[in-house]
Nanobody, 127 residues
Framework: QVQLVESGGGLVQAGGSLRLSCAAS????????MGWFRQAPGKERDFVAA????????FYADSVKGRFTISRDNAKNTVSLQMNSLKPEDTAVYYC????????????????????WGQGTQVTVSS
């Protein structure tokens, strides 16, 4: 298993950018498919983006497609979420999640498919 720690959250104005990072412990990170989820106040936790363990496949929620980019560096045991053109509706706690990937190209979109979670980082977008 890996332990996950998110960082990079904060307060930003609408239209601005933030880059979230998720640092993973453990030597098996390169076999883990990773995902980002978010939970706004009073709402359920929703899928944002996912990436396969090789980085060859990525998938995005429609609400962030074209604005957010997920990437990973297996040498540094990190996965990142670059968030551009932020909107107030992007305000949420963002969570990093991981699980062993079935193949180099497999991505996982549902939170129940993930076994490891970070503690979350707050992103607040002001209008």
């Amino acid at each position: 298993q890996v332990q996950l720690v998110e960082s990079g959250g904060g307060l930003v104005q609408a239209g601005g950018s933030l880059r979230l990072s998720c640092a993973a412990s453990g030597r098996t990170f390169s076999t883990y498919a990773m995902g980002w989820f978010r939970q706004a106040p009073g709402k359920e936790r929703d899928f944002v983006a996912a990436i396969s363990w090789s980085g060859s496949s990525a998938f995005y929620a429609d609400s962030v497609k074209g604005r957010f980019t997920i990437s990973r560096d297996n040498a540094k045991n990190t996965v990142s979420l670059q968030m551009n053109s932020l909107k107030p509706e992007d305000t949420a706690v963002y969570y990093c999640a991981g699980r062993i990937g079935l193949t180099s190209g497999t991505v996982y979109l549902r939170q129940e498919q993930y076994e490891n979670w970070g503690q979350g980082t707050q992103v607040t977008v002001s209008s």
